[in-house]
């Protein structure tokens, strides 16, 4: 019925395609001005790579730090896809990242035994802290550990938030339960699951006045937006590690793991550690992430 | 409300400064969103005219998708254009993931069921003496088409807003297959919940009020495209 007309659409999209190329995609084919600047940056072969990592690295702007660099550096140009780190090992485990850099060191070690990922490799920590209203319901300041304070919030059944987004931080609250002993809170009614970033669920505890366990990084980018204290730090429960890993590139031949490697190679350079150690300085008067290249694990000092 | 405030503030400061690479977001978000509102449009008005006016089998089956479609969520939309274009994925060699391709597809993928029922709506209003009319002084089927897809003109110019519509303000497809991705695939609303995640709420506020101000732009240039054709 309209025979003539579908000629002419496929000749306008394709003419729409190709002005839409030369324009819109024109910031992905272009290598920076700065990285074309830099003699010392040979074109990878295969320049386009993905990270899958975790929300608190981005929402913390410690990547518009580092990835800036490493693209000045290496040429590389990355993708940065901040999930949780369930969903970043995910990612690698089907082959859709090149490089992990996550903070869920227990759920890592299966991943790296499962034969998922390989060179996993320390490059930084901080720490996670119990935040809740300065009127701190479930009184839980002063407290010894984080079991003694998990059992406190239980028992009082003070409103807690949790990502539940099987993120690190998210597995790490349900250890810190299971370590207090105290029974599985899921769908308890004093117990709330956003399933969204750190971001997001500092604000919903915000709202709600209730606990929440947050990484210190976002903590601190949430500076003046939140009026939740911190209510427990320094439990060694609590340490936050984050470490570098390929996925398998025996198991997935398709991966730019050349990519991958560069950039697990550029977290634990001497500079690069550096940059890491003086983000947020300047903001927040405080470190936000403290590098670990090279020395062994925390847990383990 | 110091909140709102602020944000109106911090948007005048975003737009004459420029900072947060709010123009080129900008920018990318009407080229984006305009080449998706295309497709959407070069596939959907013929299937909406096909519909209204063709006899052929299936014909009812295809308006009930094209309803059941305007409801389908952008989130869903997403994930299968994601896992189609994954490197996992079947057509993962083509390496669109991630890029503003992918989003053209999603989008598209959105807006082409609200485009085909609301031209298919749009037509089949047309009074029925019409069809008669044209049919009896001769058109041939070309003719007859062209000559109610006029008369409609109005209704396809609604039904190509709706597309658009549907595909400016939406975040969970922009986000699945874009990946927000700055510099590339970061448009206005994935921006704006980025700016939410990181605790800038008056950013987040600013970058939303700039996406009101290109839809009440465009809409603007749409309804006095649609007070011309009224008063001709």
Redesign the interface.
């Known amino acids: 019925m309209f025979g003539t007309s579908r000629a002419q659409i496929t000749v306008v999209l394709g003419l729409v395609f190709t002005a839409f190329g030369m324009s819109a995609c024109g910031g992905d084919t272009k290598p920076p001005p700065t990285a074309a600047a830099s003699p010392t940056a040979p074109k990878p072969a295969r320049p386009d790579m993905i990270l899958a990592t975790t929300t608190s690295t981005q929402d913390s702007g410690l990547l518009d730090v580092l990835v800036p660099a490493f693209q000045r550096a290496t040429g590389y140009q990355v993708k940065v896809i901040a999930v949780g780190s369930g969903a970043a090992m995910q990612m690698g485990e089907r082959g859709d990242a090149d490089v992990l850099l996550v903070h869920s060191p227990a759920v890592e070690e299966k991943f790296v035994a499962d034969g998922f990922g390989v060179e996993r490799t320390l490059v930084m920590h901080n720490d996670f802290v119990v935040i809740g209203p300065v009127a701190d319901p479930a009184g839980i300041k002063g407290s010894k550990g984080a079991s003694e304070v998990m059992k406190k919030i239980a028992d009082k059944r003070a409103t807690f938030i949790s990502r539940g987004d099987s993120s690190g931080t998210d597995i790490l609250e349900k250890g810190l339960w299971k370590a207090a002993s105290v029974a599985a809170p899921k769908g308890q009614s004093w117990y709330f699951e956003t399933g969204q970033g750190m971001g997001a669920t500092l604000t919903v505890a915000r709202e709600k006045q209730g606990y929440t366990v947050t990484d210190r990084a976002t903590f601190l980018a949430f500076t003046g937006k939140l009026d939740l204290p911190i209510l427990l730090e320094g439990d060694p429960a609590l340490l936050n590690v984050y470490h570098v890993m390929v996925p398998n590139p025996a198991r997935l031949p398709k991966t730019n793991t050349d990519g991958g490697r560069a950039f697990k190679n550029f977290l634990v350079a001497a500079d690069t550690q550096k940059l890491i150690g003086e983000f947020g300085k300047d903001k927040y008067g405080q470190a936000l992430f403290f590098p670990d290249a090279g020395k062994p694990e925390p847990t383990e000092r | 409300m110091d909140l709102i405030f602020d944000a109106l503030r911090e948007a005048v400061r975003l737009l004459r400064t420029g900072d947060g690479d709010v123009y080129?977001i900008t920018a990318?978000t009407a080229?984006?969103t305009g080449?998706s509102t295309?497709?959407a449009s070069?596939?959907g008005l013929?299937i909406g005219?096909?519909i209204a006016?063709?006899r052929f089998p299936g014909q009812r089956v295809l308006l009930a998708i094209a309803n059941a479609g305007t409801g389908l969520p952008p989130v869903v939309a997403g994930l299968f254009v994601a896992i189609l274009l994954?490197?996992?994925g079947p057509l993962?060699s083509l390496?669109l993931?991630?890029?503003?391709?992918a989003m053209?597809i999603a989008q598209a993928l959105i807006a082409t069921p609200l485009v085909v029922s609301f031209a298919a709506a749009g037509v089949m209003s047309l009074p029925p003496s019409l069809h008669l009319q044209v049919r009896a002084m001769g058109a041939g089927?070309?003719q007859y088409?062209w000559l109610m897809a006029r008369e409609a003109r109005l209704a396809l110019l609604v039904a190509v807003m709706a597309g658009f519509g549907g595909v400016v303000s939406e975040v969970g497809a922009a986000t699945m297959v874009g990946?927000?991705?700055?510099?590339?695939t970061r448009v206005l609303t994935t921006a704006a919940v980025?700016e939410?995640?990181?605790?800038n709420?008056g950013t987040a506020l600013a970058l939303g009020l700039i996406l009101l101000v290109l839809v009440v732009l465009v809409s603007a240039v749409l309804t006095s495209v649609q007070a011309r054709v009224r008063r001709r």
């Open positions: 080129s990318r080229l984006i080449a295309l497709v070069l596939i013929p005219l096909g006016l063709g994954w490197r996992s993962g390496g993931i991630y890029t503003p391709w053209i089927t070309g088409v990946g927000n991705l700055s510099g590339s980025l939410v995640n990181r605790g709420f």
